[in-house]
């Protein structure tokens, strides 16, 4: 396992992050149970081996299960015996957590109220990482950080990130931040996979000019990668996707993805998996992926990536098969600055 620097932090994580939405569940009540529901003994399995080999950082959200996963962590982390300081735990707000009209968003009375209902569920004093999960249209971003500012002043929360925002919107956050003299955020949480490239658009620009680490969500696409869906892969193929379509992805871009993949994992008789997330691994801008699991077998297989070496060859194909159609302006800034500037995105040294 290897370590990387959480964006300009002294905090080093694995680059693989334990993800929790596989926790709690309930199969009869809505999204949640179709992504996973995972009890006590089998999230301890889970967290148990992650651990083990090396995953210290784990990601949870207050939302996941209603709050069962950030309670099935916190319990697990306790039945383990893991010393507070060996885990980096992540957790994130703004998710409807209730019936009144207050109990969602990004507003400074939900993040107060919702810090420390997450603090009791995971049995800590403080979180690590603390995530506004969503893009609030209504709450003034100042109101936020503000309030963010103050967690961290509290000794409640050490870092703070964003999840799913557009880049224009983080780079006014950070303005607001500097120009009051907040924390700012450190981190993005943002979906990224080979058949899912759109971040690198915008957002990949703006985490290495203001050096922001990146934690991908949904490398596997929602299963959609895993190797059980697309060419070559069982009739009968079972998996989350079969009752939970998410996130969108352009089927054709991302079945030409799993056969370039399914031939390179041939080749290295591995999994179409592991093949996308070693894809996802070679990336620079990348500091760390989420993966969730069901088990521990499909938990060994997403962890052996990091031991996956693709070579140049292979990343070059599989960067074909999957690249963006052009977009302006983007198009033409790459056009004049072709000769001015190095290659972006080129492939981390192994």
Known sequence: MRYNQLGRTGLYVSEICLGTMTFGGESDKGIWGAIG??????????????????VNFIDTADVYAYGNSETLTGQALKNLGVKRKDVVLATKVF?????GPNDRGASRGHIMDSIQTSLER??????DLYQIHATDLITPIDETLRAFDDLISQGLVRYIGVSNQMAWRIAKSLGVSERQGWARYETIQAYYSIA????????????QEEKLGLMVWSPLAGGLLSGKFGPGAPADAQGRRANFDFPPVDKDRA??????????GDRHGVSVARVALAWILSK?????????????????????????TLSVEELAKLDEVSALPAEYP????????????????EPKAQ
Not at 201 to 206: A, F, Q, S
Not at 255 to 264: F, G, L, N, P, S
């Open 284 to 308: 620079p801008f990348v500091t760390s992926i989420i993966i969730g699991a069901k088990n521990t077998r499909q938990l060994d297989d997403n962890l052996a990536a990091t031991g996956l």
């Open 95 to 99: 998710g409807e957590m209730g019936p």
């Open 122 to 127: 995971l049995q800590t004093d403080h979180v």
């Open 37 to 54: 529901s995972l009890g006590q003994d089998e999230v301890d399995a889970v967290i148990g081996r992650a651990l083990a080999a090396g």
């Open 330 to 345: 983007g198009w033409m800034v790459g056009r004049q600055n072709a000769a001015r500037v190095p290659k972006p995105f």
């Open 196 to 207: 899912g490239r759109d971040l690198e658009r915008e957002l990949v620009p703006l985490m």
């Open 255 to 264: 079945w030409a993805c799993v056969a370039a993949m399914r031939e390179i």
